[in-house]
């Protein structure tokens, strides 16, 4: 259940960071609310994961998705594209949060 709060976390951080952009810096009401609501929720949610997964693996992980999804949400709704170096650092990153869910013992998987 805690990697589902973990989930659930970074789903509200990708939604909260992409409505930033069209917050369009605070100046419209719905955008903004998305943002203050979905980081709100992320950070409520990432709290609940903390009770047993250690806070730099959870940290990691939810940076590591957020950045690989945010790219993602970027280049579908705001059309921003990325080169081959920057391609080649979120996949780095994802190799990363692989790495550390698939073979630290760290982990804390339950």
Not at 5 to 19: G, K
Not at 89 to 107: E, H, K, P, Q, R
């Amino acid at each position: 259940m805690n990697y589902a709060y973990l989930f659930a976390a970074i789903l509200c951080e990708v939604i909260a960071t992409s409505a930033l952009k069209a917050s369009e810096g605070f100046t419209r009401l719905w955008p903004s609310v998305v943002v203050v609501v979905g980081y709100a929720l992320a950070f409520y949610c990432l709290s609940l994961t903390l009770r047993t997964i250690p806070v730099g693996i959870a940290y990691a992980i939810w940076s590591g998705i957020g950045i690989v999804l945010i790219a993602i949400a970027g280049w579908v709704f705001y059309k921003q594209t990325l080169d081959w170096p920057a391609i080649l650092g979120i996949g780095l990153i994802l190799a990363g949060v692989l790495v550390v869910n698939l073979f630290s013992t760290t982990a804390g998987h339950s």
